[in-house]
């Protein structure tokens, strides 16, 4: 456990304190968290009950419906598991700016320690540089977003093949269970007089009420509860995993986990789902190799580049050679050349580029082998590769439910060259890698694709990846 945690300031454990209290911002579930079980070990040496705070607010950037509904779709769940185990919860939806917006403060206030989520960018990181030297106890963070602890890999990894035989080396010391907490002193007392008490059934009417842009619809294939992560990954393994290896990269084929909103909302964790494909593949002799390589390899290395990287979002963190060659093609001329509002209504000349964009506003995800295709033309049909990057970032940061995340960031900058290596050169790109509709077209059915989203488009309604419907796998 050790190795997962960070002390943050250099205050004490208060001694008479009320509890010990979990911040919990990024990893939002109870089973396989570090962060919580570390809680409940301090908790269990003070002789302390434990609370959960989790928060939702008004004031994130870009909030709106799409968020606020995947995010409160997993609280009845949590309330109810933590319960179970005798821990505390308090779920704060601050709906106004005119609101208090000191909850967290105010309970630290009680708290003899706080442990929160370490997670390298967007809200939890921006809250983890500034809110411990306000706090009289001491903070902890603790990583359990990674199998690897972050807090292992020093230095800043170039590539996936530098960092691939560290993670190896240290793998199964860590690829092992999280245990369940178990609390010696359970939380007796009623919530915290903040609490906000959800009900599914009242979710819609409590986003209503925020001052937030409504303007972002709830996902019509994804719902935000613990279960649906789990019942997604049992399909996974039941249907697709045998498939994947050869029908990852046909985006028609849904041959993926489709767990990216839910790794990103922490609603379930790498790590189980390492132990559980592992397992799986182990009992019915399949061959997981390329999924985990995604999984844990490609995923570790996002989080170890958000890490060390000064800000994720700046094209400064490019290899000195992308730099050097986007630079080279900066006057290069860019025709077409579209606009931040039009690449967002999916108003471009090209029906596949078009359809990507839609399942986004539609979905809130785009297949991961079609979203660098859908990357790759905001660089070549925006004016300088700066604004490529700004259009990236706001489209997924407004619409993406697995955007605000050190994959979104590693894989947007993929698009510029970030752990890649040159190619040919040519106009625009220079010797960043270029992709085409014709490659798209040879090596996937991108006729099935564009009627898919058209039928989305047309119905409103999602068979082919919601739960509520048939997958294309059981089809």
Not at 165 to 178: A, G
Request: glycine content about 4%; proline content about 7%; charged content about 25%.
């Amino acid at each position: 456990m050790h190795e997962r945690i960070r002390v943050l300031n250099s205050a004490p454990v208060r001694q008479d304190g009320e509890f010990v209290l979990y911040w919990c911002g990024a990893n939002r579930r109870v089973e396989s968290n570090h962060a919580l079980l570390r809680a409940v070990e301090l908790g269990n040496g003070l002789g302390l009950p434990v609370l959960v705070y989790e928060g939702v607010t008004c004031c994130y950037p870009d909030a709106n419906d799409r968020m606020h509904t995947f995010l409160l779709e997993g609280v009845p769940e949590m309330a109810q598991r933590l319960k179970r185990l005798g821990i505390g919860y308090c779920f704060y939806l601050r709906r106004r700016r005119s609101d208090p917006g000191d909850v967290f403060f105010r309970l630290a206030a009680r708290a003899a320690c706080v442990v929160a989520d370490d997670y390298p960018v967007y809200f939890p990181a921006q809250m983890n540089a500034t809110v411990p030297a306000r706090l009289p106890v001491r903070y902890e963070v603790v990583d359990s977003s990674c199998i690897v602890p972050m807090n292992l890999l020093e230095r800043r990894e170039y590539a996936a093949y530098t960092i691939r035989p560290k993670i190896r080396r240290l793998l199964d010391s860590y690829l092992v269970p999280c245990p369940e907490p178990r609390v010696r002193r359970r939380w007796e007392g009623p919530p915290p007089e903040f609490h906000c008490e959800v009900r599914a059934s009242e979710i819609p009417a409590l986003v209503a009420s925020c001052e937030i842009d409504h303007s972002v619809p709830p996902s019509i294939s994804f719902h935000g509860t613990r279960s649906e992560a789990e019942a997604r990954l049992r399909l996974f393994l039941e249907k697709n995993l045998r498939r994947y290896a050869k029908e990852r990269n046909q985006p028609a084929a849904h041959a993926t986990s489709r767990l990216s909103p839910y790794l990103h909302f922490g609603r379930i964790s790498s790590l189980e789902v390492a132990l559980a494909v592992q397992d799986h593949a182990r009992r019915h002799g399949l061959i997981a190799d390329e999924f985990l390589e995604e999984l844990i390899v490609r995923r570790e290395l996002a989080f170890n580049f958000a890490r060390h990287a000064t800000n994720p979002a700046l094209l400064v963190n490019l290899p000195d050679w992308a730099r050097a060659t986007l630079l080279a093609h900066a006057k290069d001329a860019r025709q077409p050349c579209y606009s931040p509002a039009e690449f967002e209504q999916a108003r471009t000349h090209d029906a596949l580029w078009n359809a990507c964009q839609k399942e986004m506003l539609l979905r809130g995800t785009i297949h991961g082998y079609y979203r660098m295709y859908w990357g790759k033309k905001i660089i070549e049909w925006s004016p300088t590769c700066q604004d490529a990057l700004e259009t990236m970032i706001r489209i997924h940061n407004r619409w993406a439910l697995d955007g605000r995340d050190p994959n979104t960031y590693t894989n947007i900058l993929w698009c510029f060259g970030l752990h890649d290596r040159p190619w040919q050169e040519r106009p625009v790109f220079g010797m960043v890698r270029y992709m085409s509709l014709e490659g798209m077209r040879r090596k996937t059915d991108v006729d099935a694709y564009l009627r898919e989203i058209a039928w989305l488009e047309q119905t409103g309604s999602d068979p082919f990846v919601s739960l509520a419907g048939p997958t294309c796998a059981s089809r």
